[in-house]
Nanobody, 123 residues
Framework: QVQLVESGGGLVQTGDSLRLSCTASGRTSGTVYMGWFRQAPGKEREFIAS???????YYADSVKGRATISRDIAKRTLFLQMNSLKAEDTAVYYC?????????????????WGQGTQVTVSS
């Protein structure tokens, strides 16, 4: 089992930046890749970004150029830097981890999920 805990969410203004963190614990050695998703009220869960075991990254078109996913292996922490935040970025942001070699941009590929952290962008 892998436990994931997100932090760093909050209330920000349009145009601000935010860095989300996700700390992993448990049996993390089998993790193939990790990702960030978000879900806004009344909408489906949306892929944002993912990073593989060999540091290959993937981004959704909606955040490309504004988001950067990274990780600190020693601290078992995943990060998501979001810049130029917009009102439509408001959502609960989730960290996820996968132990399988499947599509890293699809939610069903992930085995473990955090509880989420709320990000609200005020215009």
């Amino acid at each position: 089992q892998v436990q994931l805990v997100e932090s760093g969410g909050g209330l920000v203004q349009t145009g601000d930046s935010l860095r989300l963190s996700c700390t992993a614990s448990g049996r993390t050695s089998g993790t193939v890749y990790m990702g960030w998703f978000r879900q806004a009220p009344g909408k489906e869960r949306e892929f944002i970004a993912s990073i593989t075991w060999n540091d290959r990254t993937y981004y959704a078109d909606s955040v490309k150029g504004r988001a950067t996913i990274s990780r600190d292996i020693a601290k078992r922490t995943l990060f998501l830097q979001m810049n130029s935040l917009k009102a439509e970025d408001t959502a609960v942001y989730y960290c996820a981890a996968s132990a399988r070699y499947v599509d890293p941009t699809t939610g069903s590929s992930y085995d473990y999920w955090g509880q989420g952290t709320q990000v609200t962008v005020s215009s």
